[in-house]
């Protein structure tokens, strides 16, 4: 992020500690989730236009991710337990409900109608094997259709690349000087694209290879990780007008550009050419300037929504409320159907009930499973007293 003038900051560091606004952040990328997945398009054909951007707030996860996890690792890459510490504490935020889903939705796959699911999945898709070490995203490149067969494990393959990238980023960060680290991720972030353009041009008509691929779709954990990294190297002034302006351009260019690519089908944005070549890039790009704005804006009143307590709770549950609201919506329709209530499928009621019944669910675990379990890091992983600078790494991914 090179382009942006150094100055000395006059009043306070750009960034310091923990920023509620960025769990704000993670609350709005879910409910894009949420209005893309459940909202029925009868009832308004606008807000379910807005849902089918959910593929930019996929983005949005994927900078995020890079710059709190980069963070995170700047600060400790001194220490001795480096590598423990990282993947004890990695592992108890997101392997232990990953893999309670998990476990769940091939049971059911398994015993429903007499295996008929798993069976069906398998034969269309592949074994759900892959999805237990982390691969699913490369059997759904290899088949070119997601596997729907069992819902709820379509939404899997952003956690995917996400441990892919947790795995692999951790060395880079120990190894790799800053100066040598910063220009390898910038070679990443026009690599993706250029493996994308040629995928795209061997076999236009598999439409998943560059949107769930790690290799073609990492340029927003690189930006993200770039931008963790230049608040390291000292003050930061950024002209929030001017900021402001660029956000609201390279979104606004994203959304136009690709329903200009891609006008029939909107529920299927993602897959247009455009996107599938240069579109992503121009989407993180976005993604990244929105993270900037929202952390030059911090504490601000632009940003004063993103701190109501309500949005800050959904931030919170939201990686529960990404891996449960599927089977929260099978769930529903379920009790729809044994309690014989005559409501449409696609209505009002029935999205509001979902929508409840996923927050409930992910409120659940966060209560009963993720929260008990993350009260566990300093025992397995102790932390150590953030410097005053570095607070960056108190910042939980």
């Given at each position: 992020?090179?382009?942006?003038?150094?100055?000395?900051?006059?009043?306070?560091?750009l960034?310091?500690?923990?920023?509620?606004?960025?769990?704000?952040?993670?609350a709005?990328?879910?409910?894009?989730?949420?209005?893309?997945?459940?909202?029925?398009?009868?009832?308004?054909?606008?807000?379910?236009?807005?849902?089918?951007?959910?593929?930019?707030?996929?983005?949005?996860?994927?900078?995020?991710?890079?710059f709190?996890?980069?963070?995170?690792?700047?600060?400790?890459r001194?220490?001795?337990?480096?590598?423990?510490s990282?993947?004890?504490?990695?592992?108890?935020?997101?392997?232990?409900?990953?893999?309670?889903?998990?476990?769940?939705?091939?049971?059911?796959?398994?015993?429903?109608?007499?295996?008929?699911?798993?069976?069906?999945?398998?034969?269309?898709?592949?074994s759900?094997?892959?999805?237990?070490?982390?691969l699913g995203?490369?059997?759904?490149?290899?088949?070119?259709?997601?596997?729907?067969?069992?819902?709820?494990?379509?939404?899997?393959?952003?956690?995917?690349?996400?441990?892919?990238?947790?795995?692999?980023?951790?060395?880079?960060?120990?190894?790799?000087?800053?100066?040598?680290?910063?220009?390898?991720?910038?070679?990443?972030?026009?690599?993706?694209?250029?493996?994308r353009?040629?995928?795209?041009?061997?076999?236009?008509d598999?439409?998943?290879?560059?949107?769930?691929?790690?290799?073609?779709?990492?340029?927003?954990?690189?930006?993200?990780?770039?931008?963790?990294?230049?608040?390291?190297q000292?003050?930061?002034?950024?002209?929030?007008?001017?900021l402001?302006?660029?956000?609201?351009?390279?979104?606004?260019?994203t959304?136009?550009?690709?329903?200009?690519?891609?006008?029939?089908r909107?529920d299927e944005e993602?897959?247009?050419?455009?996107?599938?070549?240069?579109?992503?890039?121009?989407?993180?790009?976005?993604?990244?300037?929105?993270?900037?704005?929202?952390?030059?804006?911090?504490?601000?009143?632009?940003?004063?929504?993103?701190?109501?307590?309500?949005?800050?709770?959904?931030?919170?549950?939201?990686y529960?409320v990404?891996?449960?609201?599927?089977?929260?919506?099978?769930?529903?329709?379920?009790?729809?159907?044994?309690?014989?209530?005559?409501?449409?499928?696609?209505?009002?009621?029935?999205f509001?009930?979902?929508?409840?019944?996923?927050?409930?669910?992910?409120?659940?675990?966060?209560?009963?499973?993720?929260?008990?379990?993350l009260?566990?890091?300093?025992?397995?992983?102790?932390?150590?007293?953030?410097?005053?600078?570095?607070?960056?790494?108190?910042?939980?991914a």
């Amino acid at each position: 992020m090179s382009t942006v003038g150094t100055v000395v900051d006059r009043e306070a560091p750009l960034f310091r500690g923990h920023i509620p606004e960025l769990d704000g952040l993670r609350a709005v990328a879910a409910v894009l989730v949420l209005l893309n997945h459940f909202w029925p398009q009868s009832l308004s054909s606008l807000i379910w236009s807005v849902g089918q951007f959910a593929w930019v707030a996929m983005d949005s996860f994927f900078v995020l991710s890079g710059f709190l996890i980069a963070g995170i690792l700047l600060d400790t890459r001194e220490r001795a337990d480096y590598y423990r510490s990282y993947y004890v504490r990695r592992s108890l935020r997101i392997l232990p409900l990953y893999y309670c889903v998990l476990v769940y939705l091939i049971c059911v796959a398994t015993l429903w109608k007499g295996g008929e699911q798993h069976r069906h999945l398998v034969e269309e898709w592949g074994s759900p094997v892959w999805f237990f070490v982390y691969l699913g995203n490369f059997t759904t490149a290899a088949a070119g259709v997601w596997p729907t067969v069992v819902p709820g494990l379509s939404p899997l393959w952003s956690l995917q690349v996400e441990e892919q990238f947790y795995l692999l980023f951790p060395l880079a960060i120990r190894r790799l000087p800053p100066a040598t680290l910063s220009r390898a991720l910038w070679v990443v972030v026009f690599l993706s694209p250029a493996m994308r353009v040629a995928l795209f041009a061997l076999n236009p008509d598999n439409l998943y290879r560059e949107y769930v691929l790690l290799p073609c779709h990492m340029e927003g954990l690189a930006l993200g990780a770039l931008i963790a990294i230049r608040f390291r190297q000292g003050p930061w002034e950024i002209k929030r007008g001017w900021l402001s302006a660029l956000t609201i351009v390279l979104l606004a260019a994203t959304c136009v550009a690709s329903i200009w690519s891609n006008p029939a089908r909107l529920d299927e944005e993602f897959a247009s050419p455009f996107n599938r070549t240069v579109g992503y890039l121009l989407s993180s790009v976005g993604c990244a300037s929105l993270l900037l704005w929202v952390i030059r804006s911090r504490g601000s009143r632009v940003t004063g929504w993103l701190r109501l307590s309500p949005v800050q709770y959904l931030g919170k549950i939201s990686y529960g409320v990404y891996l449960l609201h599927i089977p929260a919506r099978t769930a529903a329709h379920s009790l729809r159907h044994a309690l014989g209530l005559a409501l449409p499928r696609d209505g009002l009621v029935m999205f509001l009930a979902v929508t409840a019944l996923t927050i409930a669910a992910a409120s659940a675990s966060w209560y009963f499973l993720e929260r008990p379990l993350l009260s566990l890091k300093d025992r397995f992983a102790p932390a150590r007293p953030a410097e005053p600078d570095a607070a960056m790494g108190q910042l939980a991914a």
